[in-house]
Every structure is written in C-alpha cells, then in structure tokens.
C-alpha cells in the first residue's frame, strides 16, 4: 500500500469517529433577542402576521423580512457522490451537511442541506421550483450526468435565483484559477498551449465552457473519456450525439485535437503542456509514462476524489514540474471550497437572478491575482488555502460587480462596498464559531487530531 493510501485510510477511521461524537456538523441557531415571553411575540404571533402581510402583497419583500436573503438550499439525489458514485440520498447527506459548514464558515451563508429521491431530470427541477420561495439561491451537488447538464439548464430557466451546479461550475472556476497560475509558474500563456481534458464529465464540461468563453484555440484540446478521444470520426458519433449531446459538441468542436480517429488515449498525451484530469479515483488510472510523454514542464491536475487519477510523487517522477490534485494534504489542492461560499456571498449581496459564465471566469481571475499577491506562486503553491479567508471578501465583491455589470443583480453595488460588505459578514461569522469554540459550547473533540 503507497504512503499516500495509508493516510487516506487514517482520515476515513477518523472522520467517522468524529462524525459520531458530534452527530452531525451543523444546527440552526436564532439571531434576534429572545430574553422574555414579549419577543415571541413579536418574532412569532401575533406579531409576525405584518410582514407576512406585506410579503403577500409584494413576494420580494422576502429577501427583506426574512432570511432567504441569505439561505440557499444544497441538493443533491446522491447519484453520483464524491467519487463514490450512486451512493443513494441518505449516504449523500453527510457530503451536503458538509457543504453547509463549508457555506457558513468560508462565506457567511446560510445553506440548508436537501437531498430527495426524485431521480428524473423533469422532477428534479419540478422540486426545485417548488422550494425556491424559500431560498435566495440553490447550489447542486453530486447529481449523475449527462442529468445534471439538463437540471442546471432547465433550472437556470425557470427560477428567478441563481442556480449552480458546483461540480460544474465551482470545480471548472477552481481548475481556471489555479490554471493561471501554474501557467505563471512554468511560463507559458494559457492561449498558447494543449491541453488534454481526461474526462469529460461534469467538471470538465463547465471548463470546456470557460476555455471556449476565454477565446481558448478549442483544436489545441483533446477530451479522452472511455470511449477513446472524442472526436467528430469516432465510432459512434451518431449515437453520441443523443446519448451525450455535450460530449458531442466537444469532439466537434475540437476535431479530436488534431489527431487521427480512434487514436490510443497515450497519444493524446503527446505534446500537451497540460492534463486536466477528473475522470475516476485512482491510483493508476493515468500511467506514468503517459504524463513522460508530455511537454517539458508540463502541468498535471489529477482531481478525483478520493484518491487520484495519478499519486503527485508519480506524477512528479514522470516529469511533471506543476502537480495539483483535489485534496487539502497534498500541495495544490484545487478545491471549489475557494470558489462556491464566495460566489453566493457576491450574488446573494445584489440578489442576482442567475450566475453566467464570465461571473465565475472574473471569480477565478480574482482567485489567481489574491495568490500571487498574498505570498506568491510557485510549484508547491498555485492556489491559497481555505485557511486564507481574506480571499472570500475579494473574490465576492469581483462577482457582484460583474453581476451588476450583466444586468443579473436586483441591487447595484461597487467593489469597495461589497468588499467592506462580505468582510463583514464573514467576519462575524468566524467570530461567533470562535466564541463557542473558546467557551467549551462546542465541545473538544476525543482525539486529539491535531499532533
């Protein structure tokens, strides 16, 4: 067993430990005064019929009244989870809770952990069209593709908030941001060079998106999936174009990178400057020796979860000089925890309606410039870590300005305000978790996991 697997299997036994102890990792608590029997009735009846009142006859006076400014709901079916596939919705709720914290403690928002068993597309989207009232936002999680590509169209459409799918959307800007920055680091330009798309699944398929966005050369891309490389003269095209009309668009729209039809997956390997892996956990699912076929000082992101496509130490010994993955304990972990609590913190400040494509590209151009700005960029460090809450505020205020700038935003703001706005909002959360930490409400934890 490689040293890398051992610690992952340390990090199952203690996680679930922990998850025991604590049963569960969030809980709602009030935010207004409740000192005597008077503020019930002012909170609840009979007080609270005024501005229900006033909500009937005017429903965005919700986002004013209550907390839906600033509540999104997390819903998943649980058919594609982490990387642990169709687990079922139940076995999915610890990942949502966890999204929740994340939401909470990174960007100040309130989310509500749903999963259900609605597995058709159209129910799915009928769901959230019937819970949106109560939410300023829905962030998808972990939902099956090509399934999850119609619910976040469908519902884009149909809801009047912003919907995002975060292991589209979230990963593809994290993969963007850190991208810039390996590019930095080896000094090359992201227009000038190949790239291969090892998979070509959710994540990829938003990245495909923003390339194409950036004005990327989409002939210096070549997508492998199971099926070879994509490409407009692949067995099957025909079929593709039904079964997976995403995938479809890209073998067209690359041409297969140039190669010839039915090529090996190792000769998509030839040349690249940079393999954007999230296809399944690993180790072993990319070989060595087709990262050795790469360009020099070539940029390898392996960021299955779990365990990854290629172990860095491999990755690293077949020539690769900048190597990120999806995890917090190896160097450069490409994680949508950078991204997703920061985006919702901009659009829920100006009440966006919706989140475009060139939102989350000013996000992960923000992301890149706070890293180099804030101690740097080099092999080992491409991103900042979830340690570094100062980049929430920065990356919120980009979006709501560009928000503001399309037309999607219900309030105008600036960069400064919503700057001065998010910091203050996440601010005070983290001083509050701090206050139940130090005063024992949140109880210490029976290993001491820190050593």
């Known amino acids: ?33 409740v000192r005597r029997l ?70 100040g928002v309130d989310a509500v952990p749903i999963v259900h068993r609605a597995r058709d597309a159209a129910k799915f989207v009928e769901l959230l069209q019937l819970i949106e009232p109560s939410f300023g936002g829905i962030n998808l999680e972990d939902i099956e593709k090509p399934k999850c590509f119609t619910i976040l169209d469908e519902a884009r459409s149909k809801l009047q ?3 995002w799918h975060d292991d589209q959307q979230g990963t593809a800007t994290a993969v963007l941001a850190g991208l810039i ?9 992201l227009q000038d060079v190949r790239i291969v798309l090892f998979g070509a699944g959710a994540s990829n398929v938003a990245f495909y998106r923003l390339l194409k966005a950036l004005g990327h050369n989409m002939h210096n891309v070549v997508a492998v999936t199971t099926k070879g490389v994509l490409h407009p003269e692949m067995k099957d095209i025909d079929k593709l174009m039904l079964t997976d009309p995403y995938q479809y668009q890209i073998a067209i729209e690359t041409g297969g990178g140039g190669l010839p039809p039915n090529s090996p997956i190792e000769k998509a390997f030839d040349g690249a400057d940079v393999v954007i892996a999230a296809s399944v956990p690993g180790p072993g699912v990319i070989r060595p020796e087709w990262v050795s076929r790469m360009n020099r000082d070539a940029v390898v992101f392996a960021l299955a979860n779990p365990v990854p496509e290629i172990w860095p130490s491999e990755a690293r010994r077949a020539g690769a000089r900048v190597v990120a993955t999806g ?48 101690g740097g960029v080099g092999e080992e460090r491409i991103l900042p870590t979830m340690e570094e809450w100062e980049v929430y505020p920065r990356v919120a205020a980009a979006v709501a300005v560009k928000a503001v700038e399309e037309g999607v935003a219900r309030r105008t703001t600036t960069y400064r305000e919503e700057l001065e706005r998010a910091t203050e909002i996440i601010g005070t959360v983290r001083q509050k978790i701090q206050l139940l930490w130090g005063n024992g409400i949140i109880p210490k934890p029976p290993v001491d996991y820190q050593g």
């Open 1 to 33: 067993m490689a040293e890398e697997e051992e610690g992952t299997e340390e990090w199952y036994k203690l996680s679930t430990e922990l998850h025991r102890f604590y049963g569960g990792k969030i809980e709602v608590l009030p935010k207004v005064p």
């Open 38 to 107: 008077k503020d019930f009735a002012i909170w609840y009846t009979p007080g609270v019929a005024q501005p229900s009142r006033l909500i009937s006859s005017d429903p965005d006076l919700s986002f004013e009244l209550t907390s839906r400014w600033n509540t999104i709901a997390v819903v998943s079916d649980g058919t594609r989870v982490l990387g642990l596939g169709k687990v079922g919705p139940e076995a999915a709720y610890p990942v949502m809770e966890g999204k929740a914290l994340l939401f909470k403690y990174l960007g």
């Open 161 to 163: 908030i912003p919907v």
């Open 181 to 189: 920055n390996a590019l930095k680091v080896v000094g090359k330009k």
């Open 327 to 374: 995890r917090s304990d190896f160097p450069n972990q490409v994680n949508n925890s950078l991204v997703f609590p920061a985006v919702f913190r901009g659009v829920l400040d100006v009440r966006a309606r919706t989140i475009t494509d060139t939102m989350a590209i000013a996000a992960a151009v923000e992301l890149a410039k706070f890293a180099e700005e804030r």
